[in-house]
């Protein structure tokens, strides 16, 4: 009997050798359906989850389904799960009172390889909030976007302004692209505080397609939705050839700059040379090629993608909304009745600023700011986000909540004067710029760029609609991606008003 047993033993031997997967998958489902308490949500489907419940808006769709399940509710995407606040309760207790928990970056399948050079240096997509993104941050706070750096840099963009003016006076009567016009004004004012050079000139069609064409399909291919993020085990395979097209697209948008690094690095080895831009501090704190290149892609994609978005919204808002363009132009008239713009005029004009928050308010740049993860398992308004989910905040729903804002979908630029609520991150019922420890780190410059731009075009210029359209009738459909950009561009025709003294 004992003979018997140990032979029908071994032979049961391997068949539980081939089981053992088998039950590890079951005792790994079972333990997945062990009760936790996750946000309430739509039931998902197997093995997609909610990914077929998203949509191309996924930004309204969040918004759906914050109105079914609550301000905190949560999605299965293939084996991932996603947690979303909608509200500004909810933002509160993600970006701040559960901030260090939820500092750490969830980031897309999509870029690129997950090497210590590109993660290392990143302000970004740093995975953490370690002691490297921590330099990196001070870094670019002290060289860039403080105070007296941002001031030293204010007759800069006084110049590039009336360059502006200039070239819009020579456009006048011809059919402008607002976004492009506002993409180049923002890349120059950037590329002059990194490099102290301009990377294309408005009147270089080529050069200017060239540059919006890579940066478009930087954005295009991040915002893509891709196999990888849903079942990770996908990731090292690129199925959609996304992390291909997205080093390709990286690496040309490098190459615009690397013949500037280079003639910088060999002045530096010839002689000593005094820094005085971002560049020559990267080259003397002895940062490589890869790494510079990096730091100055992740800066120029996110000034001048914001910038040009809400600029353009911004004006599409306005010509919308004539009493609110005849008040600016009261306001304009008042303060800077003048044929010059000075950087210190922008803090004159309250009005202004009240139609640049109400914008912002409506349009936020980036609609989910951009995603977080847990740390670790935590309680948020009595529900449990698991460790590593990945984390948003809907900044475009709560900037149109009903709870936190009178007629919401109304652009009414009188709710911001006289009102405390501000875009620094302590306001959690406006928040286009995020809070926390990850608050957007060019802030500062943003609000230094946006508003002269926006000044300059309305000071200077008459705008119309081609063949004589209404105001009323624009498109404002929303394309959504990395930045939520207007479906249709606009496209308006300036003309020199009569009163400045505007030389082309």
Same mark, same amino acid.
């Given at each position: 009997?004992?003979?018997?047993?140990?032979?029908?033993?071994?032979?049961?031997?391997?068949?539980?050798?081939?089981?053992?997967?088998?039950?590890?998958?079951?005792?790994?489902?079972?333990?997945?359906?062990?009760?936790?308490?996750?946000?309430?949500?739509?039931?998902?489907?197997?093995?997609?989850?909610?990914?077929?419940?998203?949509?191309?808006?996924?930004?309204?769709?969040?918004?759906?389904?914050?109105?079914?399940?609550?301000?905190?509710?949560?999605?299965?995407?293939?084996?991932?799960?996603?947690?979303?606040?909608?509200?500004?309760?909810?933002?509160?207790?993600?970006?701040?009172?559960?901030?260090?928990?939820?500092?750490?970056?969830?980031?897309?399948?999509?870029?690129?390889?997950?090497?210590?050079?590109?993660?290392?240096?990143?302000?970004?997509?740093?995975?953490?909030?370690?002691?490297?993104?921590?330099?990196?941050?001070?870094?670019?706070?002290?060289?860039?976007?403080?105070?007296?750096?941002?001031?030293?840099?204010?007759?800069?963009?006084? %110049? #590039?302004?009336?360059?502006?003016?200039?070239? &819009?006076? =020579?456009?006048?009567?011809?059919? !402008? $692209?607002?976004?492009?016009?506002?993409?180049?004004?923002?890349?120059?004012?950037?590329?002059?505080?990194?490099?102290?050079?301009?990377?294309?000139?408005?009147?270089?069609?080529?050069?200017?397609?060239?540059?919006?064409?890579?940066?478009?399909?930087?954005?295009?291919?991040?915002?893509?939705?891709?196999?990888?993020?849903?079942?990770?085990?996908?990731?090292?395979?690129?199925?959609?050839?996304?992390? %291909? #097209?997205?080093?390709?697209?990286?690496?040309? &948008?490098? =190459?615009?700059?690397?013949?500037? !690094? $280079?003639?910088?690095?060999?002045?530096?080895?010839?002689?000593?040379?005094?820094?005085?831009?971002?560049?020559?501090?990267?080259?003397?704190?002895?940062?490589?090629?890869?790494?510079?290149?990096?730091?100055?892609?992740?800066?120029?994609?996110?000034?001048?993608?914001?910038?040009?978005?809400?600029?353009?919204?911004?004006?599409?808002?306005?010509?919308?909304?004539?009493?609110?363009?005849?008040?600016?132009?009261?306001?304009?008239?008042?303060?800077?009745?003048?044929?010059?713009?000075?950087?210190?005029?922008?803090?004159?004009?309250?009005?202004?600023?009240?139609?640049?928050?109400?914008?912002?308010?409506?349009?936020?740049?980036?609609?989910?700011?951009?995603?977080?993860?847990?740390?670790?398992?935590?309680?948020?308004?009595?529900?449990?986000?698991?460790?590593?989910?990945?984390?948003?905040?809907?900044?475009?729903?709560?900037?149109?909540?009903?709870?936190?804002?009178?007629?919401?979908?109304?652009?009414?630029?009188?709710?911001?004067?006289?009102?405390?609520?501000?875009?620094?991150?302590?306001?959690?019922?406006?928040?286009?710029?995020?809070?926390?420890?990850?608050?957007?780190?060019?802030?500062?410059?943003?609000?230094?760029?946006?508003?002269?731009?926006?000044?300059?075009?309305?000071?200077?210029?008459?705008?119309?609609?081609?063949?004589?359209?209404?105001?009323?009738?624009?498109?404002?459909?929303?394309?959504?991606?990395?930045?939520?950009?207007?479906?249709?561009?606009?496209?308006?025709?300036?003309?020199?008003?009569?009163?400045?003294?505007?030389?082309?």
């Amino acid at each position: 009997m004992d003979e018997a047993a140990l032979t029908e033993g071994t032979n049961l031997f391997p068949l539980i050798l081939l089981l053992l997967p088998l039950i590890f998958l079951i005792l790994k489902h079972l333990k997945s359906k062990s009760p936790i308490s996750l946000p309430p949500g739509p039931y998902p489907w197997p093995i997609i989850g909610n990914v077929h419940q998203i949509g191309k808006q996924r930004h309204i769709a969040m918004a759906d389904f914050a109105r079914s399940y609550g301000p905190l509710f949560s999605l299965r995407l293939g084996t991932q799960t996603l947690i979303v606040g909608s509200s500004a309760a909810a933002a509160k207790e993600i970006l701040s009172s559960y901030d260090r928990i939820f500092c750490a970056r969830y980031v897309p399948g999509v870029m690129p390889e997950k090497s210590s050079e590109f993660y290392n240096n990143s302000i970004v997509w740093s995975l953490e909030c370690d002691d490297r993104w921590k330099y990196l941050r001070t870094m670019c706070r002290t060289q860039l976007f403080s105070g007296k750096a941002i001031e030293s840099q204010a007759c800069l963009r006084e %110049k #590039k302004l009336m360059e502006v003016v200039g070239f &819009l006076s =020579s456009m006048e009567g011809r059919v !402008v $692209k607002l976004k492009e016009l506002a993409f180049v004004t923002a890349l120059n004012m950037i590329s002059n505080a990194l490099l102290s050079k301009d990377l294309v000139s408005l009147e270089d069609e080529t050069a200017v397609a060239r540059m919006l064409g890579c940066v478009k399909k930087t954005v295009d291919v991040m915002s893509t939705p891709n196999l990888a993020d849903y079942y990770p085990i996908l990731r090292g395979l690129d199925l959609q050839r996304l992390q %291909k #097209k997205s080093r390709d697209s990286f690496v040309e &948008l490098f =190459s615009l700059w690397q013949p500037i !690094v $280079k003639e910088r690095r060999e002045r530096k080895g010839s002689h000593a040379t005094r820094q005085h831009d971002f560049l020559d501090a990267l080259i003397n704190d002895g940062f490589t090629d890869d790494r510079i290149n990096f730091l100055l892609g992740e800066l120029l994609i996110a000034g001048t993608e914001s910038t040009s978005v809400t600029t353009e919204w911004a004006m599409a808002e306005l010509i919308r909304s004539p009493d609110s363009m005849k008040k600016i132009r009261e306001e304009l008239t008042t303060e800077i009745n003048k044929s010059t713009l000075k950087d210190s005029d922008l803090r004159k004009l309250p009005y202004l600023q009240a139609c640049l928050k109400e914008t912002l308010r409506l349009h936020p740049p980036g609609p989910f700011l951009l995603p977080h993860r847990a740390l670790e398992s935590c309680k948020v308004m009595n529900y449990t986000i698991p460790k590593d989910a990945q984390v948003l905040v809907n900044a475009w729903a709560i900037g149109r909540d009903p709870m936190s804002w009178e007629d919401p979908l109304v652009f009414k630029p009188e709710r911001f004067l006289n009102s405390i609520v501000d875009f620094q991150g302590t306001n959690f019922e406006f928040i286009p710029f995020g809070a926390g420890r990850r608050i957007c780190p060019g802030l500062p410059m943003a609000v230094k760029l946006i508003p002269p731009v926006l000044v300059s075009w309305i000071h200077f210029f008459d705008w119309s609609l081609p063949n004589w359209g209404d105001p009323k009738e624009i498109d404002m459909r929303e394309k959504f991606g990395a930045n939520i950009q207007k479906e249709h561009p606009l496209l308006l025709i300036p003309k020199v008003r009569k009163w400045p003294q505007v030389c082309a």
